[in-house]
């Protein structure tokens, strides 16, 4: 690292740090994904749609303004493999990595840039915590290859094709990034439970949050060495809760909603395993089993709704979070019991959380409302499809009513800027807006104003 980079990096604040590293990893994803032999033979696609895949890529969003199987060679594929690799584990964990691999010391400035990446509110084991995740996730991914692979070769005429629908699915469904190469996203396996229940699986590893994996991995196979008793943090207790309760809520919702229209003469497991997995995908996974199109509007209006909370702090999707909407709904109920602490689990919640929960959900439907209200303006797409798509490109989610591929060029950096934005995380983002933190020394004089 040259003196005057250094220098750039120590003069600039961390947020602003993150967001010029994604900047940068996106650039580098262009030049990847432009290179000789990514694309098939006679294939050439413009340079805007290259970088509304990178961005895609990079965010692990999913959204696509091309066929990405009729698109890139089996090199390209596994340049877009690595690319969802930035975006899902992180930019600055895989730079942790390989400045460690150099024999670097990663000094406080660095420690910074990986708590504002990863949301951590300590420097403490930041660097171990990022080679964890790295661990986990390549683990995680290698082992979900191996058994796809094993179950694609009933689909799929042989061994080679198998594994690299295999490998490809693993990492597009662990870090959520939600490109498959069927040309129909997980529709092929739409009656195969076992693929579908390792899909979900996948999924959920990659958008419960990383601190999450490192404690029940903790609890599975150190608890007994600890001289006292394994206890998850609040951290991890909400955001499984959390979790499991969308998950649940988005399957009920769905089949009570779905059963008297597209799943009208279906066997009731088909119907479970359809809501199931639209409800598992909707944290930021973007791979499907059945037409987006086929579901009622209610049903397309919550699936919104739940991309648009999108997936865990810490994790590989993006949206508000599940601890954000959490907090949302504990201090909701806590001001209706006439109570100013929140308090769950023996524990109480910081005020300033229950605040930044608040500020990143208003800039959240702010952001949102902007963005639906201009491609209203420039796009001749039904509202309901222009909703979706901005949901699913602000949670990082990747689903679609099939208007990618016709936006203007407009709409496409519309959608570009969402996914962007959705990645870096609205927290990050509200730091870039809000600059330096300022305490000023004096009080007015408090005056009480008319609420609701």
């Known amino acids: 690292m040259s003196n005057t980079f250094k220098n750039v990096l120590d003069h600039i604040t961390p947020s602003r740090a993150i967001f010029s590293f994604y900047f940068i990893a996106v650039t580098v994803s ?53 690319v969802f690799q930035f975006g899902g584990i992180g930019v600055m964990s895989l730079g942790t990595f390989i400045w460690l691999l150099m024999g670097k010391k990663i000094g406080l400035r660095g420690r910074q840039l990986i708590m504002v990446d990863h949301n951590q509110t300590s420097l403490s084991g930041l660097v171990a915590l ?36 295999g490998l490809f699915t693993s990492i597009s469904a662990t870090t959520n990034a939600g490109l498959d190469i069927t040309t129909a996203s997980m529709k092929p396996y739409a009656n195969d439970y076992v693929i579908q229940i390792i899909i979900i699986l996948l999924l959920t590893l990659g958008a ?5 994996l490192i404690e029940l991995k903790g609890y599975l196979f150190h608890r007994k060495q600890m001289s006292l008793p394994f206890r ?23 089949i009570l909603l779905e059963f008297q229209h597209s799943f009208k003469g279906m066997e009731w497991h088909e119907g479970f395993f359809y809501a199931f997995f639209q409800s598992a995908t909707t944290r930021s996974g973007g791979l499907s089993t059945m037409d987006v199109n086929l579901f009622a509007e209610p049903t397309l209006l919550v699936i919104s709704f739940l991309m ?17 909407f959490a907090l949302n709904i504990l201090f909701l109920y806590h001001f209706a019991k006439g109570r100013k602490d929140i308090k769950v689990f023996k524990r109480e919640i910081h005020g300033d959380d229950v ?9 959240a439907m702010i952001i949102c409302f902007v963005a639906i209200i201009l491609l209203s303006i420039t796009e001749n797409q039904p509202l309901l499809a222009i909703i979706f798509e901005v949901c699913s490109a602000f949670g990082t989610t990747g689903l679609s ?16 800027i969402l996914m962007f934005i959705g990645r870096i995380g609205l927290v990050s983002f509200f730091l870039l807006l809000r600059g330096k933190e300022t305490e000023l020394h004096y009080h007015y004089p408090k005056e009480r104003i008319i609420i609701g």
Do not use: N
Request: cysteine-free; overall charge negative; hydrophobic content about 55%.
């Open 355 to 363: 605040r930044k929960a608040f500020a990143v959900t208003i800039l």
């Open 208 to 212: 419960i949050g990383f601190p999450v």
């Open 130 to 165: 990022m080679i964890e995740i790295l661990k986990l996730i390549l683990i995680i991914e290698a082992i979900g290859a191996i058994i796809l692979g094993f179950l694609f070769m009933d689909y799929y005429p042989d061994v080679q094709e198998a594994f690299l629908h």
């Open 401 to 416: 009513m099939g208007i990618t591929t016709d936006l203007t060029t407009f709409g496409k950096w519309v959608i570009m």
């Open 232 to 254: 998850f943090s609040l951290f991890t207790k909400i955001t499984t809760i959390t979790f499991a309760a969308l998950l649940v809520f988005g399957t009920v919702i769905i």
């Open 30 to 82: 262009v030049l990847l994904l432009s290179l000789p032999g990514v694309h098939k033979e006679g294939v050439e696609i413009s340079l805007l749609d290259t970088i509304f895949t990178a961005i895609s890529s990079v965010s692990v969003t999913g959204l696509t303004v091309i066929d990405i199987s009729q698109t890139y060679s089996t090199f390209g594929l596994f340049v877009l493999m690595f």
């Open 308 to 324: 648009f909370i999108g997936a865990s702090p810490s994790s590989v999707g993006g949206g508000i979070r599940t601890t954000t």
